[in-house]
């Protein structure tokens, strides 16, 4: 079973940068994307950003678009967020899973995630 250990997480200001590292590790078959996860306090579990595992294709959720870039190793084993511009609703705990993208019509999609083996994620707290 594939797992994942997520770092690169801390406390920065809002309209700072982060970058968040996802290594990944064993063997799934079965899924086509990874991506990055985040939960904050008393919310459910969203999908930020996901990366096609076999094309060059990125997807993002509409709350970080043209803020985040995810980019992936050409091997997989190393899956990375970029943060830019952060802001204080982005603080929540982070974490890489496998990510599943369905489309909904022309070039909208709907990002969503049946892992089920999360890691300890990182913390991610933006504030002044």
């Known amino acids: 079973q594939v797992q994942f250990v997520e770092s690169g997480g801390g406390l920065v200001q809002p309209g700072g940068s982060l970058k968040l590292s996802c290594a990944a590790s064993?063997?799934?078959?079965?899924?086509?994307?990874i991506g990055w996860f985040h939960q904050a306090p008393g919310k459910e579990r969203e999908a930020v950003s996901c990366?096609?595992?076999?094309?060059?294709?990125?997807y993002y959720a509409d709350s970080v678009r043209g803020r985040f870039t995810i980019s992936r190793d050409k091997t997989m084993n190393t899956v990375t967020l970029q943060m830019n511009s952060l802001i204080p609703e982005d603080t929540a705990l982070y974490h890489c899973?496998?990510?599943?993208?369905?489309?909904?019509?022309?070039?909208?999609?709907?990002?969503?995630?049946?892992?089920?083996?999360w890691g300890q994620g990182t913390q991610v707290s933006v504030s002044s």
């Open positions: 899973g496998t990510c599943e993208v369905t489309f909904v019509g022309g070039n909208n999609y709907r990002l969503t995630t049946e892992f089920e083996a």
């Open positions: 064993g063997f799934a078959s079965g899924y086509y994307h």
């Open positions: 990366v096609s595992v076999t094309e060059p294709y990125t």
